[in-house]
């Protein structure tokens, strides 16, 4: 498993700490001060897990995530910042990250963080995955319906694979939320968001192949059944 990490935070003493503890942990981690100096670093490597914050001196770091995922959509975000309001949250989850994490936090929390990211975007060991007439390429996170293309957003997309990989379970909120969401607490308790990503996908599904694949499962969660 690839195990860079690019790091772009402008306080040198966190970046420090954190990258001291990163490659102490397995990892290799690459630092960036600037929006700038991290593209340059981005540019040209591919990077499993890229550690953002978003106040930094030449520019917004929620600027570069639309930057990041049209060279390395792969790559996984993760937004670490003082910025704790809600809305820069939701718009940093909206522009494509994969998580946020607000400072002050434990190194402990940051590696834990990372590996779940890791767990859920690494499919390598299975590039082809099938399921009724669906196939999903998870190399290039495409999606086939009977031998057709379809387009699914990244969080359509996230769902659809993990329902697949446990299909016939059933998969509480909670479970949801950790694996496409990253623990996000954000939005947690709100039953309306969760239902609405799902329903998104029933409708898809049931579009392109006219089965209702996402049963709801009263006072659990949700599960995938095969007709």
Known sequence: MNKKILLIEDDL????????????????????????EGKQFFDKTFYPVILLDLSLPDGDGLDCISFIKSIWNDSGVIIIS????????VDGLNLGA?????????????????????????????SIIHFENIEIETQDRSVKIAGEYVDFSKKEYDLLLYFIENKNRVLTKESLFEHVWGENSVFMD??????????????????????????TVHGFGYKLEIH
């Open 13 to 36: 003493i966190l970046q420090q700490t954190i990258a001291d503890f990163l490659n102490s942990s397995g990892f290799e981690c690459i630092c960036a001060s600037t929006v700038k």
């Open 82 to 89: 003082a910025r704790d309001k809600l809305e820069d949250r």
């Open 98 to 126: 994969d998580d946020y994490l607000v400072k002050p936090f434990h190194l402990s929390e940051l590696y834990a963080r990372i590996n779940a990211l890791l767990r859920r975007n690494f499919h390598l060991q299975a």
């Open 190 to 215: 709100n039953s309306d968001f969760i239902y609405t990503h799902i329903n998104r996908l029933r409708k898809k599904l049931k579009k392109h192949t006219g089965e209702n694949y996402i049963k």
